[in-house]
Every structure is written in C-alpha cells, then in structure tokens.
C-alpha cells in the first residue's frame, strides 16, 4: 500500500527561487528547510582524500552527540539507504532514538529496523518519485524545475511542536 504524502514541507538549497513564500503557504505548503550546505554541489575539494579517514572513525554518532549537548536537544538524522546498508538487519538503540528525516523517492516508503517510522519523508527532488512534476506555486525549484519535497504525517500543531524539539 502507498504512502500517504500529508502534510507537505520543502526543503530549499542556495539553487531553488523563491518568488512568493505566501503563495507556497496558501497552496499548502506547512514547513520550510533551509539548507546550509548540500550534498552534491556543496562538496569540499578534500572531501575524496578525508572520507576514508573519517569513516574509519566512525566520528558521526560523536557529532550527534555534540549537536544535542549544544542545542539542548537531539538533532533528526537525514539518510536514505545508506543507514539501510549500513545497518542491515541489526537493531542500533543509538541512531533509532534519534528523528528520522527519510529519504526515499517511491510511493512505499521504508524505514530501517531501528526505527518504527520516520518523521519527516522525502519523496521527491523533483525530478523523481511520487508526483515528480507537482508545481508549488512561489516556490518554482531550481533552474530545472526540480523541487525537493517532503511529507509529515501529523497536524500542523504537531509539526509545530515537534519543528524545534
């Protein structure tokens, strides 16, 4: 059984135009995340020379940890299938007591075995997944058109609540 895309939140990059936030709200949008960097066009040069270093640490579950001790509050871990492959069928109490912000571009969306659902769902960057050419007014996406849009299964009071939480 498919999904259900709920209540609807997009997340912006330095790339997407912005002509009306007004008109995003009025068509439905309830949530906005504004990215300070992003994966692909915000590499670091030294990125392919540092990363097995680092992923022979294992440094990101201690990153988490200091994100928390600052803000007060557990930060919402963003992964796809690359938490899926990593864990595989084990159960990790560590990453499943954080949010999940899943990325996942079909109509049935799946969690790894840590956690029993996600928070937040990426469906689509726009360019493929669930309703890939859903225009939200205001907020035309990149210079290709391509948005990336997430979904939330709750009331708006909830996601309000739970936004900075």
Request: charged content about 30%; aromatic content about 10%; overall charge positive.
């Amino acid at each position: 059984m498919a999904a259900t895309i709920s209540l609807k939140v997009v997340d912006l990059y330095h790339g997407d135009r912005v002509t009306s936030f007004q008109k995003a709200a009025d068509f439905g949008i309830c949530g906005i995340i504004h990215k300070a960097t992003t994966g692909a066009t915000g590499k670091d040069k030294k990125y392919s020379d540092r990363r097995a270093p680092a992923s022979r640490r294992d440094c990101s579950g201690e990153f988490m940890t200091r994100v928390a001790e600052k803000l007060g509050r557990k930060p919402v871990f963003y992964s796809g299938h690359l938490i899926k492959d990593r864990l595989g069928n084990r159960v990790d109490d560590f990453w499943g007591a954080h949010r999940l912000w899943l990325a996942h571009y079909n109509a049935n969306p799946t969690v790894q075995k840590s956690w029993k659902k996600y928070w937040l769902w990426q469906y689509t960057d726009g360019k493929i997944g669930p309703k890939p050419d859903e225009v939200v007014p205001g907020l035309p996406g990149d210079s290709s058109g391509h948005l990336d849009r997430d979904s939330y299964e709750g009331t708006r009071a909830q996601l309000k609540t739970e936004w900075a939480s």
